[in-house]
Structures are given as C-alpha cells and as structure tokens.
C-alpha cells in the first residue's frame, strides 16, 4: 500500500544540522545501518531538502519511492533471488570494463577497500558474490530510496538532474547524523522493482539510497575512500 508522510512539525524542523562544510566531509558510503527505522519526520525534512535541487529546464524530474517495513523485507528477499540466478532487467546499461586509465585504478582501490573491508580474499569468487550480494539486504538499513526518472532523449540530462537530487539527499542525511549509502546496484534490477512496486514503464531507475542510522560496527563501515587533489580534476584558465 502506497502512503505519504505528514509535513515535519516546528519541532523537528529547529533541529541542528552539521554546517556545510562539516557535512561535505562527514558524508561517506554507510554500508552497515543499525536496526532502527528514521522517525517519519526526519524522512521528511530529508525529502523537503532533497526537493531544492537543480534541474534542467525546471523540470523536476525525480520520482521517489520510500520502501521500508516488511515490503522492504520482500523486495530484499526477491532481488536475492534474482541476483542469485543472474537475471538483470536494468533500465541503462553498465560496464565497469568501459573505465580506462586512472579511473580504472580508483575504482580497482576501490573492490579492493570494499573486499577487505569484508575479509573477502581476491581469489575467493563466492565470498565476492556474498560480499556484493549485501547491496540486496540494503546493508540492513530499515528503510531506501528508489530515484525513479521520466526518460527524455538520450537521458544524459535527466540523469545528472537525478544524481544533483541524490546528492542533496546524501548530504541532508550526513547534515542530519544520518547515513546512506547510493546503489547503481539496485539498479541493476529495474524492472523487477518497478513490477514490484507497481510503477509505470515510463519511469525509469537510475539507482537507489539504503539509509539509516549508521552501525559504526559494521565491516562495510571501514571503508575510506581518498580523494585525489583539487589540481588533479580542476584547470584553471585565464
Ligand atoms: C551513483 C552512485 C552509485 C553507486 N553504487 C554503489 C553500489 O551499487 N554499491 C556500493 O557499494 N557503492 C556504490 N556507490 C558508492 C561509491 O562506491 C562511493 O561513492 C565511492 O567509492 C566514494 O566513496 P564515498 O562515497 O564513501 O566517499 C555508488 C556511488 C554513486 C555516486
């Protein structure tokens, strides 16, 4: 059954926030949440700041849908299975063998922070499948986001319009104590989560957000990506 959230009240609408800066540098992947749901008014003021971000032509084109409670429970239980026996319905196509250079060597640091983080050796071929199975228990957050898009022309802008919303999704969770972790690989399984929940064709899954209260305990949590210098990514010209 489809249900919406009450506007946030005077009081949990004065809560503290992290200032920016604080909140770009807090914000990390959680993968590992503690069992214990986001009150329906933290949800909220999380969605009223995510509904503030830039679009192209104004066109809004983000459509959220907040899974939570047993009907999480199933859709884990079903993309298990799916990913289990390889049937993939994504709605974009995605090749981690299209990096190249150095984008290729951030994100082999990357499987290799993300397989230790786990104790999962390079070799051990079901080990990784368990390790990357957890992106289907939602890293046991109570609760995720599934960022459905309009599809326009060859979606490149929609789906940066998507990616600047997830964003300010990320950081209103970081900014909240909060944690949450973005998942091309919900995405994977399009088509099994759309006939799930019951959405139209014409929308399309980009990726989804597990998020939560962070568990500081959890394996997947030590995971710290670097970042390469400012002069690196940035040129200057005058
Ligand atoms: C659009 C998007 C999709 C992602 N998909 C996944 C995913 O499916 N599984 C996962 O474990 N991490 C996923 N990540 C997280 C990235 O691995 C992570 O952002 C990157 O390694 C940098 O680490 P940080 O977010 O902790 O700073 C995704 C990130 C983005 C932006």
Redesign the pocket.
């Known amino acids: 059954m489809a249900t919406s959230l009450s506007r946030p009240d005077t009081d949990t609408a004065s809560r503290k926030t992290l200032p920016f800066e604080e909140a770009t540098r807090v914000?990390?992947?959680?993968?590992g949440f503690l069992d214990q749901a986001v009150p329906d008014s933290l949800i909220r003021e999380v969605l009223e700041d995510a509904q503030h971000a830039p679009s192209n032509c104004n066109t809004q084109p983000w459509n959220t849908h907040i899974v939570r409670g047993e009907k999480l429970k199933q859709l884990s239980a079903l993309l298990h299975v799916k990913n289990d026996a390889g049937e993939f319905t994504p709605d974009f196509s995605f090749d981690q063998n299209d990096f190249y250079g150095e984008y290729r060597k951030?994100n082999d640091?990357?499987g290799k922070?993300?397989y230790e983080s786990m104790n999962v050796m390079r070799e051990d071929k079901e080990g990784r499948h368990r390790a990357?199975a957890?992106?289907y228990s939602f890293?046991n957050a109570p609760q995720a986001a599934f960022l459905f898009m309009p599809s326009f022309g060859d979606n490149v802008r929609v789906a940066g319009d998507i990616?600047m919303y997830?964003?300010t999704f990320?950081l209103s969770l970081a900014a909240r104590g909060l944690g949450g972790?973005?998942?091309?690989?919900?995405?994977?399984f399009a088509g099994a989560i759309r006939e799930f929940l019951g959405i139209p064709a014409e929308l399309k899954l980009?990726?989804?957000i597990s998020f939560g209260y962070p568990d500081d305990d959890a394996p997947?949590n030590r995971?710290?990506?670097d970042?390469v210098p400012v002069e690196t990514s940035v040129t200057f010209h005058t």
């Open positions: 914000r990390r992947s959680i993968r951030r640091a990357l922070a993300y990357g957890m992106n890293f990616g997830g964003q990320l972790i973005p998942q091309t690989a919900l995405g994977f980009l990726f989804g997947g995971i710290r990506m970042r």
